[in-house]
Nanobody, 120 residues
Framework: HVQLVESGGGSVQAGGSLRLSCDAS????????MGWSRQAPGKEREGVAA???????SYATSVMGRFTISKDNTKNTLYLQMDSLKPEDSAMYYC???????????????WGQGTQVTVS
């Protein structure tokens, strides 16, 4: 059973930073493609960043240069560092895992509960 638990969301002013975390089991972390997606009210869920077991990170154009996805192998934790935040980044952010590389396609098999990010 794959469990993903996000944390780190909150409210921040435009230009500020937040770091999201996603805790996963060791097996999931080491064997699955992992990514972050977001969904704003009235909009479709969109892939933001992804990192595979062997693949390099990939980013949506809208966040490239501002967001960084990374993994801490000692903690089995996935991060999303978000800098230079904009109001349009406001959304519910979800951690996701898939047994093979999925990239930015939001059709991941496993999802966390989400953490809210609000930029004003």
């Amino acid at each position: 059973h794959v469990q993903l638990v996000e944390s780190g969301g909150g409210s921040v002013q435009a230009g500020g930073s937040l770091r999201l975390s996603c805790d996963a089991s060791r097996y999931t972390y080491s064997s699955y493609c992992m990514g972050w997606s977001r969904q704003a009210p009235g909009k479709e869920r969109e892939g933001v960043a992804a990192i595979g077991v062997y693949e390099s990170p990939s980013y949506a154009t809208s966040v490239m240069g501002r967001f960084t996805i990374s993994k801490d192998n000692t903690k089995n934790t996935l991060y999303l560092q978000m800098d230079s935040l904009k109001p349009e980044d406001s959304a519910m952010y979800y951690c996701a895992a898939h047994p093979w590389f999925r990239g930015l396609n939001p059709g991941y098999q496993f999802w966390g509960q989400g953490t809210q990010v609000t930029v004003s």
